[in-house]
């Protein structure tokens, strides 16, 4: 039986039916999965049952999986292997975290709106989450459409953001959240990276805005100009009609495209409901900046 796919919105977001994500996918199946995915950017497969080797598996189709954690394992002891993000509030002992403890601090910047590995200088293609528990009330995730965002704007508008880079750091998107407390280790490995502000989608020619909440400095403007004009652009990029809410259901897959969506987890009483999801991250095939044949200082 082919996959049955319906649309959340005519063309973002859709929930996937009729297959199963722990087997070897049929080729008819894989292709009708990634037409879908280039079409919509965010795809919902519910009742799953996953083990990690089955989510790195069905991942890997997408593109070579990221391996390098951002924090220090030294100073942030994780559950899982390398090829992981650990989006639980567990500890690595399985326990709710604690109030103050590292990774809740840390975490706290996936509040802001943001797309995964966009401070990497290579950036990631999309990103794979598997929900095992999910709380009860709040923790969801939403994604905004970055392709409709802008679509939308202005033909001024577009003109004036065309060619222009940005810079990305981990470190802007989490003083925003209160955390600065990155070690020497994790500031060597992560210095701030171009990448385009509008970017092409192989897959389907259709452009996208490219920000997010690690987005910074915009090359040959004042800082407190592109600092605006990024504010405002992720203002337009989350407004309500480009915005879809997700509420988890336990074992539920949902994979995005980091090219052309940023998303955020709403709040939960995290002290109190455990929620165990781990992510898979796919590199991208090369900077966003190699992509668009923008050429940017070394
Ligand atoms: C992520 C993320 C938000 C959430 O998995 O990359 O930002 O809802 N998640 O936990
Ligand atoms: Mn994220």
Not at 86 to 91: C, E, P, R
Not at 126 to 151: K, M, N
Not at 278 to 287: C, E, G, I, Y
Request: with cysteine; hydrophobic share 40%.
């Amino acid at each position: 039986m082919a996959i049955t796919l319906f649309p959340v919105m005519p063309d973002f977001a859709a929930e996937v039916g009729d297959v199963d994500l722990s087997k070897p996918l049929a080729d008819d199946d894989l292709s009708a999965i990634k037409a879908a995915f280039w079409k919509y950017a965010v795809l919902i497969f519910p009742q799953q049952q996953l083990t990690q080797d089955q989510q790195l598996a069905f991942s890997a189709h997408f593109g070579p999986i990221e391996r390098d954690r951002t924090l220090d394992p030294k100073a942030t002891p994780m559950r899982f292997s390398g090829a992981f993000a650990d989006i639980s509030n567990l500890s690595a002992e399985g326990k709710i975290w604690g109030e103050t403890s590292r990774q809740r601090m840390y975490k706290a910047g996936n509040k802001l709106w943001h797309t995964d590995s966009s401070f990497k200088r290579l950036p990631s293609i999309c990103s794979l989450l598997y929900a095992e528990t999910v709380a009860p009330i709040g923790g969801h995730t939403q994604f905004a459409d970055q392709r409709a965002a802008y679509d939308a704007l202005t033909e001024a508008a577009k003109r004036k953001l065309q060619g222009l880079v940005v810079e990305h750091w981990i470190a802007t998107s989490r003083r925003r959240s209160g955390f600065s407390e990155f070690t020497e280790e994790e500031q060597q490995r992560l210095p701030p990276v171009p990448q385009v502000l509008v970017r092409t989608i192989p897959q389907n020619g259709r452009k996208s805005l490219y920000v997010a909440s690690h987005a910074g400095r915009i090359w040959g403007m004042p800082d407190s100009e592109g600092r605006a004009l990024i504010d405002e652009l992720i203002a337009h990029v989350t407004q309500r009609q480009f915005v879809y809410t997700h509420r988890w259901r336990p074992h539920e897959l949902v994979m995005w495209d980091n090219r052309c969506t940023m998303h955020r987890g709403t709040d939960f009483e995290d002290l109190r409901w455990v929620r165990d999801m781990r992510r898979v991250t796919v590199s991208d095939v090369a900077n966003s900046c190699e992509q668009e044949g923008v050429a940017f200082p070394a």
